[in-house]
């Protein structure tokens, strides 16, 4: 059974800090990986979403990155911003179905 | 494009009363999602439709649950009777062939 694990729970940095945040999955045999933003009271955004035959996947100051084989996957903020401050969850499809297993999350605040 | 739409975005009701939460996918896409988080749980996937069908419903947790989509535009998930446990924020998410989901704004349940 696939669980993902997201660490820290929680992550406050200064403003213009670089900072990554985990992701871990016990299966391996994924057909892809998401990263999504919630902010306080609101649904998720898809960030990114990375196939499993990618390693990598930016968008602006965002990149993801996914190791398979280690069961791994990072998502890199370049220059943190305080409207960055949401939190952040990563989640995969469990074998060849749509449905998604996510991580408990990451909330990250970003101080001025 | 509007993105998925959720209606009510809040609803109060008390204990025993039918409750019906209403989604509409974006166009195009043909896979629909019911979602529902809490604190105690995270986000829990309840059903899921492939153009228009029900592949899975093993996550809705008892009868009082049921779910339709009577065409490619619009799905209910109907809760009868409602209990306070029931109280969360209800999310629809609709996918393309691709798996990337796409999140609405969410329904905030609550059940006194």
């Known amino acids: 059974k696939q669980e993902v694990t997201q660490i820290p729970a929680a992550l406050s940095v200064p403003e213009g800090e670089n900072l990554v945040l985990n992701c871990s999955f016990t299966d391996s045999a994924i057909y892809n990986l998401q990263w999504f933003r919630q902010d306080p009271g609101k649904g998720l955004t898809s960030l990114l979403l990375i196939q499993s035959s990618q390693r990598e996947q930016t968008s602006g100051r965002l990149n993801a990155s996914l190791d398979k084989s280690s069961g791994r996957s990072t998502l890199y903020i370049a220059a943190s911003q305080p409207g960055d401050s949401a939190t952040y969850l990563c989640?995969?499809?469990?074998?060849?179905?749509?449905?998604?297993?996510f991580g408990s999350g990451t909330r990250l605040l970003v101080r001025p | 494009d509007a993105g998925v739409i959720q209606s009510p975005r809040h609803e109060v009701t008390e204990m025993g009363q039918e409750v019906t939460l209403r989604c509409k996918p974006i166009?195009?896409?043909?896979?629909l999602f019911w979602y529902r988080q809490t604190m105690m749980r995270g986000l829990e996937l309840l059903i899921y439709f492939n153009n228009n069908v029900p592949i899975d419903d093993s996550g809705m947790p008892e009868d009082r649950f049921s779910a339709k989509m009577p065409n490619a535009s619009f799905s209910t998930l109907k809760i009868q009777p409602s209990e306070p446990r029931d109280s969360a924020v209800y999310f629809c998410?609709?996918?393309?062939?691709?798996?990337?989901?796409?999140f609405g704004p969410g329904t905030r349940l609550t059940v006194t």
């Open positions: 989640a995969v499809p469990t074998d060849s179905s749509y449905k998604l297993i």
């Open positions: 998410a609709s996918s393309p062939t691709n798996y990337e989901q796409y």
């Open positions: 166009s195009g896409h043909n896979s």
